[in-house]
C-alpha cells in the first residue's frame, strides 16, 4: 500500500512565487490534515479536512488555502511565497478518533 | 490552552542504558494520547495511543504509560536503531470529531554503540 503520498519532496520558491503541494491517500480516509515542522516547534495544523468539500482551519492557516474535491486528494496551496513558509510539511490521513498516518514531507525554502 | 510539554529535548544513552521519555499535557479533557517515531527525513511512524490513566503499552523495546497528567515513553536496553525523534500528540475530546493533534516539540534520542 502507498499510504500518504506527497509531492514534491523538495522544492525552492522565490519570494512571491506560488506552488501547490500535492497530497494524496489511498486507504479510504476520511480525515486528513496539514502540518508544518520548524527545528524545535513541534508539528504545528496548517488546515485538516473532515471530508470530501470540508475544510477548515487550524492553528497557523495564514498565507494558505486549499481544497478537498475527493476523497483521496487534498492539495495545499501557497500563495505569494514568503521566507516565513520555509519549513516541512507533512500531509496525514486518519479515520475518525484513530491514529493518523503521514507521508514523507515536503521540504520548501523560499529565498 | 491546551499545550504538550516534552522533555529532555534531547538524550544520549549508550546501548543498553535504559531510560524514560516524558510528556507532560494540559488539556480540556484527553480524549488519547499519542506517540510516534520520526526518523530524519521521514513522516512521523505511529507507535502508541493510550487512552486511560492507568494503561500501559509495549512494543518491543518501548513501553509507554499514561496519567492523569504526563505520559512516559520508557526504553529498555536501547539500541542504536531505536535512534530517532519521538513525538508525544494529544487529542482533545473538543476535537474529538476532527482527529486534530496537538504535538510537543519532541525528544531526540541517540543511542551510541
Known amino acids: 500500500n502507498a499510504g500518504v503520498t506527497q509531492t514534491p519532496k523538495f522544492r525552492i520558491l522565490k519570494i512571491g512565487q506560488s506552488m501547490t503541494l500535492q497530497c494524496a491517500q489511498d486507504m479510504n480516509h476520511n480525515y486528513m490534515y496539514w502540518y508544518r515542522q520548524d527545528p524545535g516547534m513541534g508539528l504545528k495544523l496548517i488546515y485538516y479536512s473532515v471530508g470530501a468539500g470540508i475544510t477548515d482551519k487550524g492553528e497557523v492557516p495564514n498565507g494558505y488555502n486549499v481544497s478537498r474535491s475527493t476523497t483521496e486528494d487534498f492539495p495545499l496551496r501557497l500563495e505569494l511565497a514568503a521566507p516565513s513558509q520555509t519549513s516541512v510539511y507533512f500531509c496525514?490521513?486518519?479515520?475518525?478518533?484513530?491514529?493518523?498516518?503521514f507521508g514523507q514531507g515536503t521540504r520548501l525554502t523560499v529565498v | 490552552e491546551d499545550q504538550v510539554t516534552q522533555s529532555p529535548e534531547a538524550l544520549r544513552l549508550q546501548e543498553g542504558e535504559s531510560s524514560s521519555l516524558n510528556c507532560s499535557y494540559t488539556v480540556s479533557g484527553l480524549r488519547g494520547l499519542f506517540w510516534y517515531r520520526q526518523d530524519p527525513g521521514k513522516g512521523p511512524e505511529f507507535l502508541f495511543t493510550?487512552?486511560?490513566a492507568g494503561e500501559e503499552k509495549e512494543k518491543e523495546r518501548l513501553k509507554a504509560t499514561l496519567t492523569k497528567k504526563e505520559s512516559f515513553l520508557h526504553i529498555t536496553a536501547p539500541k542504536p536503531e531505536d535512534s530517532a525523534t519521538y513525538l508525544c500528540a494529544v487529542q482533545a475530546w473538543g476535537s474529538s470529531n476532527t482527529g486534530k493533534l496537538i504535538f510537543g516539540q519532541g525528544t531526540t534520542l541517540q543511542v551510541k554503540p
Open positions: 493510550l487512552y486511560s
Open positions: 496525514a490521513s486518519s479515520r475518525a478518533n484513530t491514529e493518523a498516518f
